[in-house]
């Protein structure tokens, strides 16, 4: 029987195993949409299309597998660009589908007639228009492939109008998972092994791709037979188990002064494991590079001056560490040096510090320490970008990998609120916790109504400072004052509830429980307002000399 380009589309995607497809309407994909009236996946209707190409990236973050966002030809194409660089750059894998006009006025400056498949070329692992219906599910199948192939990524298919009319028989091809990868060679684990033994400070630093709970576990597993301190980027975050808390010298990115980035100075054999350059350049923090470095991943470095490892362990990384810790004999016990263990200590009473606040408005420490007290470990924490989110990823402590997301790659405000929403659906029937400032809230804040209208178990809490703060404490330190990085106050309240949700205000210390527990007893999601104290936000980008 033969069946339209549009029905083609939903039932590849509904072979491939796609559960849900982000979109906003539009002419140019509409017999896309007819059609999953009827059949296919869920359709969540997106405020933005920005918003949509997001909420496929946190999907696919989460789940492995692609997250889809379909939009309409022209301006939806437009829009979806932001959400689709940050999919690729943060190795997310999400298909992009946008409508296209139809190929016989292609050549013409015809309405929403734009180059997509050249716009999508440099910020995908694949840009492609479907030319013939008879290969849609054929490029589905490849764009699954490619998309989850290491390094994951994101793909864009355009689709012209009359492609979507055609008919012919359909015949799908199944994608079930990306390849399965191996161990380094018997000669790369042993000189690894050599390399590691005759380490006088061995240590190891963990990349945004070892958040699953394979990789984890193995890392777990390792460091409990040898132990070392370990840092991490900040979406690298979850990796290390409460248990190992002793090893675990924080988070570090883009800003060169943290108590681990001291550590990360003294190791003279370093594993960096599922490291991207992208959240942390090397440039800043690997001021030895000619320290032995052996670095294990699942595609070779890119190589600079700065970060040119010693030795690659190229393969499963799960495996590979598996193996080096099989074969792994004695090593120095490095977590037990003074220096480590300094660091150690500072970042506890960091933390401990964080009850001691007792500011109006509240300092960042003090919710956060309250924060992390009062959440179940299975609660997703998503935080959103600027000065908050340097506040929430070094002093959030996680345990579960993917439970605390942030953006470091394309470090893209406004990611909060839609990553939410798609977590929210990729974890069922558990809340979920997300954290944006005042400047990215307004972003992304129109898809408050969708996760109204989707009744979603979200507690979001935006910190007002009515600043872009971030920008304007790097320009004070830099020009000895601020430019055009503020503006002005709104009612947090109302606009939450004028979109359906409903909305908390958190002043003082006293409130923060009580608002936690109304936020997390209501149906459906809840706007905590909270004006912030940023009186130390200056501390965030301080260099590593301005604290001992
Ligand atoms: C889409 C986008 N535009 C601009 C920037 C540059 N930028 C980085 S942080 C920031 C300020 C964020 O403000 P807010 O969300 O209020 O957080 P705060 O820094 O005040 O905590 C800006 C403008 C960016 N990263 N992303």
């Not at 559960?19 to 933005?48: M, N, Q």
């Not at 990524?153 to 028989?169: D, T, Y």
């Not at 050599?194 to 890392?219: D, K, W």
């Not at 030795?311 to 220096?339: H, Q």
Request: with cysteine.
């Amino acid at each position: 029987m033969k069946i339209s380009g549009a029905e083609h589309l939903v039932r590849s995607l509904t072979e491939l195993g796609v559960e849900y497809i982000f979109t906003v309407p539009g002419a140019s994909i509409d017999p896309i949409l007819d059609v999953l009236v009827d059949s296919g996946p869920e359709v969540i209707v997106c405020r933005h299309e920005q918003n949509a190409a997001f909420m496929a990236q946190a999907w696919g973050k989460i789940t492995g597998r692609p997250g889809v966002c379909l939009v309409t030809a022209g301006p939806g194409a437009t829009n979806a660009v932001t959400g689709i660089a940050a999919a690729q750059a943060e190795r997310c894998p999400v298909i992009l589908i946008s409508g296209q006009i139809s190929q016989r006025i292609k050549f013409k400056h015809a309405h929403q007639n734009i180059p997509a498949v050249d716009l999508y070329k440099p910020i995908t692992k694949w840009s492609i228009e479907v030319d013939y219906l008879e290969v849609l599910p054929d490029i589905l199948s490849n764009a699954f492939q490619v998309a989850m192939t290491p390094h994951p990524g994101a793909i864009h298919i355009a689709i012209p109008s009359n492609i979507l009319q055609e008919h012919c028989s359909f015949k799908s091809i199944s994608y079930e998972s990306a390849p399965i990868l191996g161990t380094a060679p018997d000669t790369v684990l042993s000189k690894a092994i050599s390399l590691i033994e005759s380490a006088h400070f061995p240590g190891m630093f963990i990349g945004n791709r070892v958040t699953t709970h394979r990789i984890s576990e193995s890392i777990r597993d390792f460091l409990r037979k040898h132990e070392m301190p370990v840092m991490a980027t900040f979406e690298a975050a979850g990796a290390i188990s409460r248990d190992l808390i002793n090893l675990f010298m924080g988070r570090l990115g883009v800003f060169k002064n943290q108590p681990g980035d001291k550590i990360l100075d003294k190791a003279d054999v370093l594993l960096t494991v599922g490291y991207d350059p992208i959240e942390y350049d090397p440039v800043i923090w690997n001021k030895i590079p000619e320290r032995t470095i052996i670095n294990i991943d699942t595609v070779p470095a890119i190589l600079d001056q700065a970060f040119h490892p010693t030795m690659e362990m190229i393969g499963d990384i799960a495996l590979n560490l598996d193996a080096l810790n099989k074969k792994l004999g004695t090593i120095v016990n490095s977590s037990e040096f003074p220096e480590v263990r300094k660091a150690f200590d500072m970042l506890v009473e960091r933390y401990q510090a964080g009850k001691e606040y007792h500011d109006i408005p509240l300092h960042p420490l003090r919710l956060i320490h309250e924060v992390r007290e009062y959440l179940h470990d299975d609660i997703t924490v998503i935080c959103d970008v600027g000065s908050h989110q340097y506040w929430w990823a070094r002093h959030f402590l996680c345990f579960e990998p993917k439970y605390f997301l942030t953006s470091m790659g394309l470090q893209t405000m406004g990611i909060a609120l839609p990553w939410a929403i798609a977590t929210a659906l990729a974890r069922p029937n558990k809340k979920v916790f997300s954290i944006s400032g005042d400047g990215s809230f307004l972003m992304s804040s129109m898809e408050l109504e969708t996760a109204v209208r989707l009744n979603l178990p979200i507690i979001h809490m935006v910190w007002e400072d009515n600043s872009y703060n971030l920008v304007k404490i790097q320009q004070e330190k830099k020009y000895h004052r601020k430019a055009f990085c503020e503006f002005g106050p709104m009612d947090m309240i109302k606009y939450a509830q004028s979109l359906g949700a409903k909305a908390f205000k958190m002043e003082k210390p006293e409130d923060i429980k009580t608002v936690l527990d109304q936020a997390f007893s209501a149906k459906g999601p809840v706007i905590i307002s909270v004006p912030i104290n940023y009186r130390d936000n200056a501390k965030i980008i301080e260099t590593l000399n301005d604290y001992s």
